[in-house]
Structure formats: structure tokens, C-alpha cells
């Protein structure tokens, strides 16, 4: 079992930068897949970013090019540092761990646990 907490939220001007960062409880953090969400009421829960245990990334195509997914396994962190924010991206950010081979789909079912989230707010 892993426990998952966010910060690094908080609200930036369009064009602007924030870097998010959970902290993991678990021991074997480096066992697990590792994943970034976000939700919207209008959205929903979608998949932004997600890091394998290799360090391997997959993004969503609205953030590619953008967003960056890093983990650091000696200190059980997982990063997404975000860059050229613009208004759409203003979402409640999510941070999950998965065991699960198809993590790089970004489902959401395939994340067992979860943050409690941290606000992001783009302003144009």
C-alpha cells in the first residue's frame, strides 16, 4: 500500500510555470507505475502524464511538448513540472500509483492509489 501527497499547486498567470510534487509513502514506491491526473467538472478525471518504473513517459496530447514527468526513487518523489500553462490546464491535479503493465494508458481504473489532489488555476 502506498500513500500519496500533493503540493506545488496554486495559481499562475497564462504563459507561467508551477512544478507539482507528491511524496510517497511506500517503501517499494520504485515497484509502482506512477501517473498525473486531472479533473475538471467539465472534463472529468483525465490522464495527463505517467512514468514507469524504467522511467519510461507517456503524456497526453495536449500536454506534450509542455509537462514533464520525473521521479526520484531514493526520495519517493514524483514531479510534473509544467510550463507555458494556459487557462485550460486549470484542473484539481492528481497523483496515483499503479501495478498495473498498462499504466501508460492513463485509465484511471488502472490507478489503485491516490492523492488527495492540489488546485491548479491558470488566469489569461
Known amino acids: 500500500q502506498v500513500q500519496l501527497v500533493e503540493s506545488g499547486g496554486g495559481s499562475v498567470q497564462a504563459g507561467g510555470s508551477l512544478r507539482l510534487s507528491c511524496a510517497a509513502s511506500a517503501s517499494t514506491y520504485s515497484n509502482y507505475y506512477m501517473g498525473w491526473f486531472r479533473q475538471t467538472p467539465e472534463r472529468g478525471r483525465e490522464g495527463v502524464a505517467a512514468?514507469?518504473?524504467?522511467?519510461?513517459?507517456n503524456y497526453a496530447s495536449s500536454v506534450k511538448g509542455r509537462f514533464t514527468i520525473s521521479r526520484d526513487n531514493a526520495k519517493n518523489m514524483l514531479y510534473l513540472q509544467m510550463n507555458t500553462l494556459q487557462p485550460e490546464d486549470t484542473a484539481m491535479y492528481y497523483c496515483a500509483a499503479s501495478t498495473s503493465r498498462y499504466y501508460y494508458q492513463m485509465v484511471a481504473s488502472g490507478y489503485r492509489y491516490w492523492g488527495q489532489g492540489t488546485q491548479v488555476t491558470v488566469s489569461s
Open positions: 512514468i514507469g518504473r524504467d522511467g519510461s513517459t
